[in-house]
């Protein structure tokens, strides 16, 4: 018995020292291919002009709603306006607050209210004329693709 393993084992060992081995491959010159490059090619880019926002090409979406102070809000001045940004829409003021707070740690002036279906909104901005809340949502459009005006009944 012991002598079959060993003759295995050694038939293994031969087997994997042959596959291992490269076989000789046929190599094919390509005649000129050697030949360093003597044009140089210059590119250029071309000048694109900045371009003014653009209103988004989907449907707006503006709503009408009465809605107060969240509980812990102070700032009873953004109330005096009629056009609302709104970024974020939650169920649960926790998870608004949780958005609030990121955005007044990148220095925004966020608020929460909460209207009269228990939806809590998150307010970026405020504005006593649309088209001042429609340039905004212009503005934060890349990250907040969602937002949209909410204007105070």
């Given at each position: 018995m012991t002598r079959t393993i060993r003759i295995l084992f050694l038939a293994a060992l031969i087997g994997t020292t042959f596959s291992a081995c490269k076989t000789k491959q046929k190599v094919t010159k390509i005649p000129g291919a050697n030949v360093e490059a003597t044009t140089t090619v210059t590119t250029?880019?071309?000048?694109?002009?900045p371009q003014a926002p653009t209103a988004p090409t989907g449907a707006e979406v503006t709503r009408n709603e009465k809605f107060?102070?969240?509980?812990?809000e102070t700032n009873a001045d953004a109330l005096k306006f009629k056009y609302h940004v709104v970024v974020g829409s939650?169920?649960?003021?926790?998870?608004?607050?949780?958005?609030?707070?990121?955005l007044k740690g990148?220095?925004?002036?966020?608020?929460?209210v909460v209207n009269e279906q228990g939806m809590f909104r998150v307010l970026i901005a405020s504005f006593n004329e649309?088209?001042?809340?429609?340039?905004?949502?212009?503005?934060?459009?890349?990250?907040?693709?969602?937002a949209w005006v909410l204007v105070q009944k």
């Amino acid at each position: 018995m012991t002598r079959t393993i060993r003759i295995l084992f050694l038939a293994a060992l031969i087997g994997t020292t042959f596959s291992a081995c490269k076989t000789k491959q046929k190599v094919t010159k390509i005649p000129g291919a050697n030949v360093e490059a003597t044009t140089t090619v210059t590119t250029t880019t071309p000048t694109v002009k900045p371009q003014a926002p653009t209103a988004p090409t989907g449907a707006e979406v503006t709503r009408n709603e009465k809605f107060s102070l969240a509980d812990g809000e102070t700032n009873a001045d953004a109330l005096k306006f009629k056009y609302h940004v709104v970024v974020g829409s939650f169920k649960s003021q926790v998870n608004a607050k949780g958005l609030q707070g990121t955005l007044k740690g990148e220095g925004n002036t966020a608020l929460v209210v909460v209207n009269e279906q228990g939806m809590f909104r998150v307010l970026i901005a405020s504005f006593n004329e649309y088209a001042q809340a429609r340039a905004r949502i212009n503005q934060i459009s890349q990250r907040f693709p969602d937002a949209w005006v909410l204007v105070q009944k």
